[in-house]
């Protein structure tokens, strides 16, 4: 921490990167970037048309709050054990590698980083918003961090705008007075961290809000043939009896089977995916046994992946050969 009379000065930066009027190169975007932290961020290929960013960051200390509308990028960040970091994804997924295992940083969840360096890879054009706060300024303890550290956990959407518009609003500022600055700061991150520790799991939300939130997680990994329910429960600091009381008679197991059967129905019905197998079909909507999936969707819809699909192309020919 800086000395008392050494006097605290924020520093603001904004960029904007890629082909733009008055737009940087990514190279000396990096180069200011080294002058305050430890992080390495690059387009994800070289050879990618969409070069474009805006980036806004926020650093008082050890503090520190920042956003990027990003494209497609890979970034290297090095994580120290005395601050609490807190990454937001909106809009595109992320795939970190955290030491030797990969997870994916889902839409509109949040990431506290553990201490390491963990690589990050983005495919698709979107927001990422971090928030750096030292662990000695928060009134969470640690040890009721840990448990939580590198997952992706879904955040109230209320949350998710709390953070991301303060981290675009100090930045337009242009000026921030520190010392407010940093306790503005570390207030949001316990809140942020304690809606996510909550020892009543209806204290923030209501069973309905709960509900919704855990079927938005779930809606997200139907792809993940290895879900389990204990990997539900976990993620959303619930017992397995809970989670079951929050779905009522449906349980979880039956709402991932229907949504994922929708899902499979979805694709059938999409002339752009004609090309696409049965098989690859039921893995990427997760079921890992395409005999089951077949099954499961004939008892649903009443008739086989196959035959759907081919009435579903009947259907469509029809149309085209008699309009109105």
Partial sequence: MSQPDSPLRPLIQRHTLGWTPGGIAWTQFQHELDKIDTTSVALASPQQADHHADVGVVRI???????GELPSVRVLKE???ETAALYLREGTPWTVRNGRSDFTHHHGELVVGGAGTHEALSRERGRTTGLWVPLDRLTVPYRELRPMLMQ???LDPSLRRLLSVSATELARSG????VGTMHYLSGLADLVLRSL???DPDHALTRDARREQIMEYLDNRLSDTGLTVDEVAGAHHISRTRLYEIFGGEGVA?????ARLDRARAMLLDARRAHETIGSISR??????QSHFTRAFTKEFGASPGDFRSAAREIRRHREEHPG
Avoid at 61 to 67: N, P, T
Avoid at 254 to 258: D, E, F, Q
């Fill in 197 to 199: 520790l909550g020892r």
């Fill in 254 to 258: 039956s709402y991932l089977r229907g």
């Fill in 175 to 178: 000026e921030a007075e520190a």
């Fill in 284 to 289: 990427q909507a997760g079921f890992a046994n």
């Fill in 79 to 81: 994580e120290l054990g």
């Fill in 152 to 154: 992706s956990v879904p």
């Fill in 61 to 67: 200390d050890e503090f520190a709050i920042a956003h």
